[in-house]
Each structure stands twice: as structure tokens, then as C-alpha cells.
């Protein structure tokens, strides 16, 4: 009953699944959607993705995990910010909904699952086999095996070996790839707050933007889907000085739909703000940096001879680069099995 419901769930709300990434970043609404066509949605079938979204989640327990140590959060950190590059930021341009279904995928798997090592070779095996097969849920062109394993990774597997990593993954899944994401609610959730939709490719670049920036940080794992994504709309109407006075997330969201919860949006959106504050404070400026840059500069035109020391420094770097080519380890069939 509930693969019935998911499936008409999935039929009218996968919404980002036919649409370029390009023109999700570029600020254009990419799906001419109209409120007729918002309001003929049922809020059932809604409602049902939000009972539904649970079968598509790691355990409650899972954070806790990270907590107690018995996973490694920075080996999870560093498997999505490669995940993350190669998928959307730098390579192969991928969907959003690609590089969220692939995190999607490890964290049930882990969930399910102890890897041999929390983190190593396994670690990375086991992010490759998700990211081929978030692809090829979703994207028309899907590169080979071999070719996901771009700059950034320090191990090379063989294609049957990531192939054997994709079969484990599938039977620790239970072959449910289709999974309700934050992206599933966006638009819905949006016309909820601008009723005309004048807003809707901002709303979905900036909700897009948030969930994504967001997907490292382990916290955002004590939250469904359907929590992440009101919260991000919430924090993007906050961003529109038509909208920001009119929206309250501490009275409106759970109205959105049936089975929303307040408590949990509420405490999403805060940690969102939170997540955004930090990072705001991580990019701005340092001005201890430009400080000992102007130093150093100073100290380089006082003592003309240091200057020496540069060419010694440059000619080092052909040298590096290729130690660099070396720290790859292969990884052959032999070496693969984590089972």
C-alpha cells in the first residue's frame, strides 16, 4: 500500500528530476507550473509522501551514532564534499536531486551496514557506488564506472569492483532508489507562501542552494525530507522584502499540509540561520591574513637576498605534482570485498 501511494506521490512530485542544473542556479524558474496546476495536486498524495518519507531515512539512531564515535563524522563529511564536486560543483554537473540522492543512498547504507573500516578505501568505494547510482536514476548521460573516480579521490577501483559495491548497496536498500527527498515538497511548499508563483525560480534556486550547503552537516539528520525542505523555503521567503513580513515560521508551516511538524520545522529553519551565520563568519575576510601577507611582502622587499629562494621553491613544484599522481593506491577486485 504504501509503494501504491509513493508512487503516485513520486508521479507529480519529483519535480527537479527534469530539470537542468543550470537553469536550477540561474535564478530562472525552469517548470511552468501554475497555481491551477498547485492547487489540482491533492494534498493527500502529499500528505502521503510526508507518512511515506520515513521508509527513505536512516534510523533515529543514526546521528547518535556519530555521536558515540561508532561512525566517523569527518569520514561522512568528506565523502559527501567529494560527492558534492563531482557531481554539481566542478565535473559533471549533475542535478541537485543527483548529489542528494548519493548521500541519500551512503547514509542508509551505513545505517544498515558497518563498513570494515569507518573510514579509507571503503569509505570512498562505497561513495563512488552511490554516486553511479544516484546518476543513473537520473540523469541522461551517465559516465562510466571508471570515469566517476575524478581528482580528489586517493584510491582507483576497478569498474566490477564498484560494480559489486553498487549490488551491496542496492540489497542494503532493498532496491527502493526512489526515494522522497526535500526537492519532492519544494514547489508545493513555495505556492504555499507566494500563491502566483511570481517568486517560484528564486524560491527554488535559494531552497536548492540552502539543502545542499546544509547536506554535510550531521545535524540536518535528525530531520525528515519534508522538514528540511518547509525550512528552506522558510528561510528563502525571509530573503524577499515582500514575503519576509508576512511569514512566521513559529505559526504557518505545519498548516502547509497534513503530518508537517512544527517543532521540527521550527528547529531546522533555526539551525539553518545558525549553519548560514557560520558560515557567513567562516567566508568574510581575515584580516590577521592580509595582515602577514603585508608583512611578509614588506620583509621580502627589505632583504633582496631571499630572493634566491623563490626559484629554489618553484623548481620544487614539478617534483610535487608528481608525488601527488603517485598518492594514488589501486584497489583491484582482490582488495574489494567489505563483505
Known amino acids: 500500500m504504501s509503494g501504491r501511494r509513493l508512487s503516485d506521490c513520486c508521479k507529480d512530485m519529483d519535480l527537479l528530476c527534469g530539470e537542468d542544473s543550470s537553469d536550477v542556479f540561474s535564478g530562472e524558474s525552469t517548470a511552468d507550473i501554475s497555481s491551477e496546476e498547485i492547487d489540482s495536486w491533492p494534498e493527500e498524495s502529499i500528505a502521503s509522501c510526508i507518512e511515506d518519507e520515513r521508509h527513505f531515512v536512516p534510523g533515529l539512531d543514526y546521528l547518535s551514532r556519530f ?26 554537473k549533475f542535478q541537485p536531486l ?19 573500516e569507518t573510514s579509507g578505501w571503503p569509505m570512498q568505494l562505497l561513495a563512488v557506488a552511490c554516486l553511479s547510482l544516484a546518476a543513473k536514476m537520473e540523469e541522461v548521460l551517465v559516465p562510466h564506472l571508471f570515469d566517476f573516480q575524478v581528482e580528489g579521490v586517493k584510491y582507483i577501483f576497478e569498474a566490477k569492483t564498484i560494480q559489486r559495491m553498487e549490488l551491496l548497496v542496492l540489497s542494503m536498500l532493498d532496491w527502493r532508489l526512489r526515494s522522497v527527498t526535500p526537492f519532492s515538497f519544494l514547489s508545493f511548499f513555495a505556492y504555499k507562501i507566494d500563491p502566483q508563483g511570481t517568486s517560484l525560480g528564486f524560491f527554488l534556486t535559494h531552497a536548492t542552494k540552502i539543502i545542499l550547503s546544509n547536506i554535510k552537516e550531521a545535524s ?24 519576509s513580513s508576512a511569514v512566521n515560521p513559529n505559526e504557518s508551516p505545519e498548516k502547509w499540509c497534513d503530518g508537517l511538524s512544527k517543532e521540527k520545522i521550527v528547529r531546522c529553519y533555526r539551525l539553518m540561520k545558525a549553519m548560514a551565520i557560520e558560515n557567513n563568519r567562516r567566508n568574510s575576510p581575515k584580516v590577521i591574513a592580509k595582515l602577514r601577507v603585508s608583512v611578509r611582502a614588506a620583509s621580502t622587499l627589505m632583504m ?35 563483505e
Open 67 to 92: 555521536h558515540s564515535q561508532s561512525l566517523d563524522a569527518s569520514a561522512r563529511e568528506d565523502s559527501v564534499s567529494w560527492i558534492l564536486k563531482a557531481s554539481v560543483q566542478a565535473y559533471y
Open 98 to 116: 543527483t548529489a542528494y540522492l548519493a548521500v541519500n543512498y551512503m547514509d542508509r547504507f551505513l545505517y544498515a551496514r558497518r563498513l570494515p
Open 220 to 243: 540536518f539528520l535528525e530531520y525528515r525530507p519534508s522538514s528540511i525542505a518547509a525550512a528552506a523555503i522558510l528561510c528563502v521567503a525571509n530573503e524577499l522584502p515582500s514575503l
Open 304 to 338: 633582496p637576498s631571499e630572493e634566491p629562494s623563490f626559484s629554489s621553491s618553484a623548481s620544487l613544484s614539478s617534483p610535487c605534482k608528481r608525488r601527488k599522481l603517485s598518492d594514488y593506491s589501486w584497489v583491484g577486485d582482490d582488495n574489494s570485498s567489505s
